[in-house]
Structure formats: C-alpha cells, structure tokens
C-alpha cells in the first residue's frame, strides 16, 4: 500500500467528517458544503484510478483504518 492511498484516504476521512460537521450546524454553509464535496468526489476519483473495483477499494480503506486506529 502506497502512502499516497493512505494519505487519500485520511483526506477523504477528513472531508466526510467536516461535512457532517457543517450539515449538524443551525445553518449550514451551502458554499463550504459544495466545496467540501467537491474535494472530497476529488479525492474519491484519485482514489478509483488506483482501484476501479469498489469492493477492492472498500477493502484496502478499511484495512488502512483500522491499522491507524491500533497505531
């Protein structure tokens, strides 16, 4: 596994975690939020030239998640 998908991945992590952020304030940011998903589809289609199977992809995220979390 490169560096280059786990540092993807953490982004998309990263990315999905202020999204959710912005959606649970009073009054979401329509601006922010466009442009937090719109890095984040970004990252997503970087990460699909390396994996074009999902399943493949869901995978390799996961074992990347979980070895960051025992780390």
Not at 7 to 17: E, K, T
Request: aromatic residues 2%; proline residues 3%.
């Amino acid at each position: 596994m490169t560096d280059l998908i786990q540092r993807l991945i953490a982004a998309h992590r990263i990315l999905n975690r202020e999204i959710r952020r912005e959606l649970a304030r009073r009054v979401p940011d329509s601006i922010r939020l466009a442009r937090l998903k719109k890095e984040r589809l970004a990252i997503k289609d970087r990460l699909f030239r390396h994996f074009p199977d999902a399943s493949h992809m869901r995978r390799v995220a996961r074992g990347v998640i979980a070895r960051a979390r025992t780390a």
